[in-house]
């Protein structure tokens, strides 16, 4: 269900503020897993003692919805307490993981009335169905695919690969990674002479990697869905090096100014890596004069 | 017999159940190529069997042959029907162990031709041309014996063809399943022949529509409606675990008795229908109303899906089993009922 901008035609505890106090995360939620599964935690702050009460007593329940689009999966779990440990199979779920908290009604209640309601409601009973929110905890969201122990990479979200039919290099954003696509003789090369060559690299990032890059950001309304998108999504969401260009809503304006300072603060700072690396080569080349 | 020239050696290998070397001395020792080793060169008398030719497909020039050179060569190693060629060459694939897949560049590759219409006239051959390089293994699937002699190909037996597919692939998880290039994979080779008899449209002399093939061969509209795919995940969402034997596949066997469109368009595609006790829900309701369901039933199961679309907006369905759709469908069937034309259901809710 979409719970923003939504209006219930009874008092939810954490929408607006029908109910207090509002809960909220007790810190963020933890991802871990092993072999066979994820196991994702989330602790929340919950106050309301009526509502409380009536978990204790059987009417109500904390309850996570989880949807993963990529796999149709779409189940509940529950919990007695505002703490929950979601145990999924890995080969049950890929890509985004969405995750809904509420506490919700399981067995009907007459008359619900609680002394922490607004003001407008105080007065007021509700009869509640099994179904029915009791209070909205929060939501979160998981990338399963998103390898975030490499994130700072760029092969993170990017890829150098052979095109054989093409006779200039040319850029795909249709795949996981972007795709910079080279003619057969420059693959030959890049493989055989420049890929792991730390002399290049500087050159490699400020110059074939940057344009595909910035050509990629400025297409991304168009490729929002694909791995390397929602990866620099997630970078852009929760990196503080990306601070100002998340206030400045850079994933959906576009404007051409900011993608271009992304895209350098993505590669961290490729035009001065290319000027110290020129300079270093110049001053390698005066010595062997 | 089309003077066109479609088929690669392997191509003819396959039909004949040789290797390339042995196909070769054949050629040789019969007089249709001119030497053993090098480039496939025809001696003057069979010149119209084949020759080099730039191929669509893999975007270089090759040797490639046409009916008469594929029809005379299987006729010279002595195998003489389609049937008997298609049957041995689909069981060349059932001799792995292992189910097989393809790479997923190579599925996106097969995608990006059949989108440019380049590789649309390969879809009414006996045999979809494949490189083998882009063939991978999936070590935790085995490799189900037989399957194309169970798959029926007619919308009169896609559940029988569905159920089939599903305990053929009990090992598939949802991820492995929600693996296009897996689909697309077998689609293209193990069940071509089904694939393109159930949807034999592409056998028409005149056939050129690319969409026709994106959208069953492919996911030009999502895995519920592509050929196989859609008949694995409209029995994954359906299936009853709590039941035994046929019992399970009740719901599953009703979804599959109506219009097609209930299955890939109407209830499936619905966000709600991945809660499998709300799928159960609304279907034992449908199947048990023989009323209900005897006219309007498109205006009907769509009012349906409105109806807890709605409901789902402030409540949170997914915590409700099968028994409360069920009820609250018993309650509201005077609604139901009252959906008598389009007029009526845009009217609605």
Request: negative net charge; hydrophobic residues 40%; glycine residues 4%.
């Amino acid at each position: 269900m979409k719970i923003s901008n939504l209006s219930f035609p009874y008092p939810v505890l954490g929408i607006g503020d029908d109910v207090s106090p509002k809960p909220s995360f007790l810190r963020s939620p933890e991802v871990t897993s092993d072999k066979a599964s994820y196991k994702f935690t989330a602790e929340f702050d919950m106050r309301n003692s009526s509502i409380h009460r009536l978990v204790k007593r059987g009417y109500a329940m904390y309850i996570c919805e989880v949807t993963s689009i990529n796999t149709l999966y779409r189940k509940c779990f529950t919990s007695q307490s505002p703490k929950f440990e979601i145990v999924i199979p890995k080969n049950h779920i890929g890509g985004r993981i969405n995750f809904q908290f509420t506490i919700t009604v399981i067995s009907p209640i007459s008359h619900y009335t609680n002394p922490e309601f607004h003001e407008d409601y105080k007065g007021f009973e509700f009869d509640l169905e099994p179904g029915d929110l009791l209070g909205f905890l929060g939501e979160y969201s998981y990338d399963v695919d998103i390898k975030y122990d490499k994130l700072k990479s760029v092969g993170s979200f990017m890829q150098i690969t052979e095109g054989p039919t093409l006779s200039i290099p040319r850029f795909n954003f249709d795949n996981p990674k972007i795709d910079i696509q080279l003619p057969t003789a420059m693959y030959q090369q890049y493989k055989e002479s420049i890929m792991g060559n730390p002399s290049f690299a500087n050159i490699i990032h400020s110059s074939l990697v940057l344009n595909a890059l910035v050509a990629a950001m400025l297409n991304f309304n168009n490729f929002e869905n694909t791995l390397w998108a929602r990866t620099i999504q997630y970078r852009v969401d929760t990196e503080a090096t990306f601070a100002d260009l998340r206030a400045r809503n850079v994933l959906e304006t576009l404007e051409t100014d900011d993608i271009i300072e992304l895209a350098q603060t993505l590669l961290s700072n490729p035009y001065g890596r290319l000027f110290n690396t020129l300079l270093l080569m110049g001053d390698a080349s005066d010595n062997n004069d | 017999m089309s003077e066109e020239y479609i088929y690669t050696t392997a191509d003819i290998t396959r039909a004949v159940n040789l290797s390339y070397i042995q196909l070769k001395k054949l050629l040789f020792e019969k007089g249709v190529v001119s030497s053993l080793t090098g480039e496939m060169t025809l001696n003057d008398d069979y010149k119209d069997w084949g020759k080099p030719t730039f191929n669509q497909f893999m975007k270089k020039i090759i040797f490639m042959w046409n009916d008469k050179g594929r029809n005379e060569i299987i006729k010279i190693v002595g195998i003489n029907s389609n049937e008997s060629t298609k049957k041995k060459n689909q069981s060349t694939f059932s001799n792995m162990q292992l189910q097989q897949t393809f790479k997923t560049k190579y599925a996106d590759s097969l995608l990006d031709c059949a989108k440019n219409g380049s590789s649309i006239s390969l879809y009414a051959l006996d045999i979809f041309p494949i490189e083998k390089e882009n063939i991978l293994y999936i070590p935790s699937i085995r490799h189900p014996e037989g399957l194309i002699d169970k798959m029926i190909p007619s919308i009169e037996h896609d559940f029988e063809s569905a159920v089939a597919l599903y305990e053929a692939y009990q090992d598939l998880s949802p991820l492995q399943a929600a693996d296009k290039s897996f689909w697309v994979y077998l689609a293209h080779t193990e069940l071509f022949s089904y694939v393109q008899q159930r949807f034999n449209s592409v056998l028409d002399p005149d056939f050129n529509n690319s969409q026709y093939v994106l959208d069953h061969w492919f996911f030009a509209h999502g895995p519920l409606r592509h050929a196989l795919a859609g008949l694995w995940w409209a029995v994954f969402l359906s299936v009853d675990e709590n039941a035994d034997g046929e019992e399970r596949y009740k719901y599953t066997k009703f979804l599959f008795s109506r219009d097609i469109n209930l299955r890939t368009i109407y209830l499936a595609n619905y966000p709600l229908f991945r809660h499998k006790e709300a799928a159960i829900g609304i279907l034992r309701f449908l199947m048990e109303d023989e009323e209900l369901c005897s006219v309007f039933f498109r205006q009907r199961t769509r009012y349906i899906s409105k109806y807890f679309n709605k409901l789902g907006g402030t409540r949170q369905l997914v915590s409700l089993d099968r028994n409360f759709f069920y009820t609250e469908l018993k309650k509201i069937r005077p609604q139901i009922i009252a959906i008598q034309s389009e007029e009526d259901l845009k009217n609605s809710i």
